[in-house]
């Protein structure tokens, strides 16, 4: 029967949260919004349109959200030809490939953007699926990018398996009924991860990997 190891990309397999921080504070900034860079990284992760809402309330001028985020994307894509991959990422899902896993990504992240991910991780052989932002109607913390994700590849959510490296993932794979394991590469702590779902949490890829036969990927 088959399993599926599900994983957030952003923070969790490459090492771009404090890329966000910066590029959103400075999209922030441009519109007039003093936003604090300690609350911009709790709120990376969330898609867009949320992680507006989130910073801004709901009282905020909606006519200007996209102008914000089109200011994001374009300050973020200055480093898509070099982001960088965290220690072992690639390796990490070529060994879970080989050991009978479907590899799944969700992610927030769309478009060139989801390319210039998939590349800084280089391990296209080993991915079986990609569940994007531009496949779902709700993000993270909703369940439906981790519910899509195990759709694209037929595996329920008794057999699978989501990684990820905030409390919006963990959020989204408790409530689509999936094991949660946590990460600490994208700088939310131990303790926050566990409270919010995760029943085991790791540095990194790599502790993940040298950890994997007493993990819930075993």
């Known amino acids: 029967m088959d399993r599926a190891a599900v994983f957030d990309v952003d923070g969790t397999l490459v090492d771009t949260n404090h890329l966000h921080v910066v590029t959103w504070w400075e999209a922030f900034r441009q519109a007039g919004h003093e936003v604090p860079m300690h609350a911009l990284h709790r709120a990376v992760g969330l898609g867009s349109t949320d992680l507006i809402a989130h910073l801004l309330g709901e009282d ?4 200007r959200d996209a102008g914000i985020s089109a200011a994001h994307k374009t300050l973020y894509g200055q480093y898509f030809e070099r982001l960088p991959a965290l220690r072992d990422a690639g390796p990490l899902l070529r060994r ?26 280089d391990a296209d052989d080993a991915i079986a699926a990609t569940a ?20 694209l590849v037929g595996v329920s959510a008794e057999r ?25 590469c994208g700088g939310i702590p131990r303790r926050d991860l566990e ?6 949490v790791y540095d990194d890829p790599a502790h993940l990997l040298a950890s994997l036969p007493d993990s819930a990927l075993a």
Do not use: Q
């Open 60 to 63: 905020r001028d909606r006519e």
């Open 96 to 121: 879970l490939h080989r050991n009978g896993w479907k590899v799944v990504l969700a992610t927030s992240a769309g478009g060139a953007e989801l390319g210039a991910l998939r590349r800084a991780i």
């Open 132 to 151: 994007s932002a531009d496949d779902v109607t709700e993000g993270k913390p909703a369940p439906e990018p981790v519910e899509h994700a195990l759709d």
């Open 160 to 184: 699978a398996v989501f990684v990820g490296d905030t409390v919006w993932d963990m959020r989204a794979g408790r409530r689509a009924g999936v094991r949660c394991l946590g990460v600490l």
């Open 195 to 200: 409270e919010a779902g995760a029943e085991a």
